[in-house]
């Protein structure tokens, strides 16, 4: 669904392309190729302003939301318990900040989701992954994405000799429970394919929520462990600004989360879990949401929502993670 509503924003694209060509022949009399190039590049400037633009309110509408006091007194009490709670920037790494998470959702929603070639499905190891390797690892995306979010972390994991596959969850705005069946099912492709005996998981934003109450319904036995990028483990106070039942199940402090949180085998598979948070994300608020109770919790500061997934401290701390474990097991018998 993703995919193809990306590709009719291309239909607008070209349209207001083709205005602005219109506009330079017919009103400023340019050269046909002066004004094929002038139109490309206005298109490409205005867009990049329109992310700038959304992402400039969402800094400040996350800021401005998590002062308020039902959301800032309804933290729990072991998200105040160190000081990264909230860790200031001057005014360079904010305009910084600012501007990658513009590039990269502009890269990302125009380019990636609509266009990357077969995002989804398994990519396995080199030929001497028969060696001690890091286990297979399961990519899952978050609100309104697609696989194709995973377009980086997959190369970076292709050049570590590490089998993944990545999936995307559909409906795009169903229930958080409606995911859990493929999820089961996209764990045994991967335990077929590989012959692993677990995988690792590494789940972006709503993946993250959706994997553990997966956990829920199926057992953790097969997961070695999970990180988690950006996760609303805790809810959003953004989440009146989407649409879908799943958003709505991601409202800080909703009935939802509460029964997840309360369920004993989530309490159990939090322990496997180690969450990767930005003080400034601008989509999860407060930041401090994605801050688990009984997982490992670790602050990655300067980093917007959708950035956090290939800064260079994130793509490090997943392969060290990997690395930790790593582990001889037999090729798969479709394999041999």
């Given amino acids: 669904m993703i995919r193809y509503l990306n590709r009719l924003y291309w239909l607008g694209y070209l349209a207001f392309a083709g205005l602005i060509y219109w506009v330079l022949r017919q009103w400023m009399g340019l050269h046909i190729s002066d004004a094929l190039v002038s139109s490309l590049s206005l298109l490409v400037g205005l867009l990049f ?8 309110s969402g800094f400040a509408l996350s800021f401005s939301v998590r002062q308020i006091p039902q959301v800032r007194d309804r933290a729990l009490p072991f998200h105040h318990s160190d000081a990264d709670v909230f860790q200031r920037l001057g005014m360079w790494r904010w305009v910084k900040a600012v501007a990658v998470e513009s590039l990269h959702s502009v890269k990302l929603v125009t380019l990636l989701q609509p266009w990357a070639p077969n995002p989804d499905g398994v990519r396995l190891a080199g030929k001497n992954w028969r060696k001690k390797k890091p286990l297979p690892v399961l990519l899952v995306h978050g609100y309104l994405c697609n696989a194709a979010v995973w377009h980086s972390t997959r190369n970076l994991l ?11 969850l559909e409906p795009a705005i169903g229930s958080i429970r409606s ?3 493929a999820i089961h099912e996209a764990i045994d492709e991967l335990l077929v394919a590989t012959g692993a005996p677990q995988v690792k998981i590494v789940a972006h934003s709503m993946g993250g929520v959706a994997v ?3 956990a829920t319904e199926y057992g953790h ?6 990180i988690t990028i950006g996760s609303p483990h805790f809810g959003t106070a953004l989440s009146t600004l ?3 039942k799943n958003v709505k199940q991601m409202a800080w402090g909703s009935f939802f989360l509460r029964t997840l949180r309360e369920h004993p085998t989530d309490r159990e598979f939090q322990k496997k879990i180690w969450s990767l948070w930005s003080p400034q994300d601008n989509i999860v608020c407060p930041p401090w949401s994605s801050k688990l109770e009984f997982g490992k919790n670790t602050a990655v500061p300067g980093c917007g929502h959708v950035s956090l997934i290939s800064d260079s401290t994130t793509e490090d701390l997943i392969l060290n993670w990997l690395a930790e474990d790593a582990q001889a097991y037999p090729l798969a018998e479709n394999r041999a």
């Fill in 221 to 226: 036995h097969r997961i070695a462990g999970m």
């Fill in 242 to 244: 989407g649409v879908g």
């Fill in 212 to 214: 553990r109450y997966h």
């Fill in 158 to 168: 292709d050049r570590a000799d590490v089998s993944t596959h990545a999936i995307t």
């Fill in 49 to 56: 302003i329109a992310h700038l633009g959304f992402h400039i």
């Fill in 179 to 181: 995911y859990s069946e």
